[in-house]
C-alpha cells in the first residue's frame, strides 16, 4: 500500500440558475466532505449555476427569438464571477476544509456578455490556482457558451499528488487527454453535466490509457428544478429528467473503484492508493517510456486568451 488519497465527489442538483444558493450548497458540501477526511473534492461540470438543459429540447438557434434571448439573459446573470465576495466565500469555505477542489462553474467573461464552461481549481492553502474553460463547447452548447483556451491544461499538486481535470467532452479529445497525461496526473477529474451514458465507457479508457485514477462526476436534472418564471418553461415538459449523475471511479488498470451511481444524491467516497498507479505504468507510460517524441510531438499553447 502506498499513499492513500480520500475523493469525495458530490453527485448532486444545483439550485437552478440561482448563483447565490447554489454556493450555499456549495459550502455545505464543501464543509461536509472536510468533515469527512476528504483531501479532494469534485463537483460537475457547470454546477454554479446549472447546466443549460434547454438547448437540446427547446427551438436555441432560432433567430431573434424573444424567449431565447430572455434565457440567455437569465443565465449570464447568474453566472459566477470568480473575483466576488461570494465566490471568495467558497475559496474560503475550501480552506477551512483542507481538501483540494475542483469546482465547475458558468464564468461570466470580461466582456459581460459571454460565458466559459470553467473547472475552477481550489487549493486549500493558496486559493485558487487555476481556471480551465472548455475547449471546445459540444454541439448545442455552443449557442450558449464561448470558447476556452489552453490556460487550464496544467496539472496541481496537493499533498504531493499531482490531479487534473477536464470538462464532459473534452475527456474524449485525444489531444486534451494526452496533455493531461504529459502533466504526470495520478487522478483526473472528469467533470460531467451527468447521466450514465456519458460516463461509463470513457472513465475506465481515460483510467487504463493513462495509467492514473479517474473520478467522473456528474449531477441530478430534472423538469422539476426549472424555476417557475423561467422564459421556456411551458417548452420544457413536466416529465423530463435530463441527467441521472453517473458519477464514478475507475482504477489505472480500468477496472471499477465505484461503478456508475444513478440518481442518488449526496457524496460518492473512495479511498485511493496512488502506488497502484505506479504498478500500472510498468508496463505502459502513454507520455513515458512508451512515448516517442522523435516520432510523435504534441504542441500545448497554454497562453490564457482573452479579447
Same mark, same amino acid.
Given at each position: #500500500?502506498?499513499?492513500?488519497?480520500?475523493?469525495?465527489?458530490?453527485?448532486?442538483?444545483?439550485?437552478?440558475?440561482?448563483?447565490?444558493?447554489?454556493?450555499? &450548497?456549495?459550502?455545505?458540501?464543501?464543509?461536509?466532505?472536510?468533515?469527512?477526511?476528504?483531501?479532494?473534492?469534485? $463537483?460537475?461540470?457547470? =454546477?454554479?449555476?446549472?447546466?443549460?438543459?434547454?438547448?437540446?429540447?427547446?427551438?436555441?438557434?432560432?433567430?431573434? #427569438?424573444?424567449?431565447?434571448?430572455? !434565457?440567455?439573459?437569465?443565465?449570464?446573470?447568474?453566472?459566477?464571477?470568480? %473575483?466576488?465576495?461570494?465566490?471568495?466565500?467558497?475559496?474560503?469555505?475550501?480552506?477551512?476544509?483542507?481538501? =483540494?477542489?475542483?469546482?465547475?462553474?458558468?464564468?461570466?467573461a470580461a466582456s459581460g456578455g459571454s460565458v466559459y /464552461?470553467?473547472?475552477?481549481?481550489?487549493?486549500?492553502?493558496?486559493?485558487?490556482?487555476?481556471?480551465?474553460? #472548455?475547449?471546445?463547447?459540444?454541439? %448545442?452548447?455552443?449557442?450558449?457558451?464561448?470558447?476556452?483556451?489552453? !490556460?487550464? &491544461?496544467?496539472?496541481?499538486?496537493? #499533498?504531493g499528488v499531482q490531479v487534473t481535470g477536464l470538462n /464532459?467532452?473534452?475527456?474524449?479529445?485525444?489531444?486534451?487527454?494526452?496533455?493531461?497525461?504529459?502533466?504526470?496526473?495520478?487522478?483526473?477529474?472528469?467533470?460531467?453535466?451527468?447521466?450514465?451514458?456519458?460516463?461509463?465507457?470513457?472513465?475506465?479508457?481515460?483510467?487504463?490509457?493513462?495509467?492514473?485514477?479517474?473520478?467522473?462526476?456528474?449531477?441530478?436534472?430534472?423538469?422539476?428544478?426549472?424555476?417557475?418564471? $423561467?422564459?421556456?418553461?411551458?417548452?420544457? %415538459?413536466?416529465?423530463?429528467?435530463?441527467?441521472? %449523475?453517473?458519477? /464514478?471511479?475507475?482504477?489505472?488498470d480500468g477496472t471499477w473503484v465505484v461503478e456508475p451511481?444513478?440518481?442518488?444524491?449526496?457524496?460518492?467516497?473512495?479511498? &485511493?492508493? &496512488?502506488?497502484?498507479?505506479?504498478?500500472?505504468?510498468?508496463? =505502459?507510460?502513454?507520455?513515458?517510456?512508451?512515448?516517442?517524441?522523435?516520432?510523435?510531438?504534441?504542441?500545448?499553447?497554454?497562453?490564457?486568451?482573452?479579447?
Amino acid at each position: #500500500k502506498g499513499q492513500l488519497m480520500r475523493v469525495a465527489a458530490v453527485q448532486d442538483s444545483p439550485v437552478y440558475l440561482d448563483r447565490t444558493a447554489t454556493l450555499e &450548497l456549495v459550502k455545505e458540501r464543501i464543509i461536509e466532505a472536510g468533515e469527512g477526511g476528504a483531501d479532494l473534492i469534485a $463537483f460537475p461540470e457547470v =454546477f454554479v449555476s446549472g447546466y443549460p438543459v434547454w438547448i437540446d429540447v427547446t427551438d436555441a438557434s432560432a433567430w431573434e #427569438k424573444h424567449d431565447q434571448q430572455e !434565457a440567455f439573459a437569465r443565465y449570464l446573470e447568474q453566472s459566477v464571477d470568480l %473575483g466576488s465576495p461570494e465566490f471568495l466565500e467558497v475559496v474560503e469555505t475550501v480552506k477551512s476544509s483542507g481538501a =483540494f477542489t475542483y469546482l465547475g462553474v458558468v464564468e461570466k467573461a470580461a466582456s459581460g456578455g459571454s460565458v466559459y /464552461c470553467s473547472l475552477v481549481a481550489i487549493d486549500p492553502t493558496i486559493g485558487i490556482v487555476g481556471v480551465h474553460r #472548455k475547449l471546445k463547447p459540444t454541439y %448545442g452548447e455552443r449557442l450558449v457558451w464561448a470558447d476556452g483556451d489552453g !490556460a487550464g &491544461l496544467v496539472a496541481h499538486e496537493h #499533498k504531493g499528488v499531482q490531479v487534473t481535470g477536464l470538462n /464532459c467532452w473534452e475527456n474524449w479529445m485525444p489531444l486534451a487527454r494526452t496533455a493531461m497525461y504529459s502533466t504526470g496526473s495520478q487522478i483526473h477529474v472528469a467533470a460531467w453535466p451527468g447521466s450514465v451514458g456519458l460516463t461509463e465507457d470513457i472513465t475506465r479508457f481515460i483510467a487504463k490509457e493513462g495509467r492514473l485514477f479517474v473520478v467522473s462526476v456528474g449531477a441530478i436534472y430534472d423538469s422539476t428544478m426549472i424555476p417557475q418564471d $423561467f422564459p421556456l418553461l411551458d417548452q420544457l %415538459g413536466s416529465e423530463d429528467k435530463y441527467h441521472n %449523475g453517473g458519477t /464514478c471511479i475507475a482504477g489505472p488498470d480500468g477496472t471499477w473503484v465505484v461503478e456508475p451511481n444513478r440518481g442518488g444524491k449526496g457524496i460518492i467516497w473512495a479511498d &485511493l492508493d &496512488l502506488s497502484e498507479v505506479s504498478r500500472q505504468r510498468q508496463n =505502459f507510460d502513454p507520455t513515458g517510456h512508451y512515448s516517442r517524441p522523435d516520432v510523435l510531438r504534441l504542441h500545448i499553447d497554454r497562453e490564457r486568451l482573452a479579447p
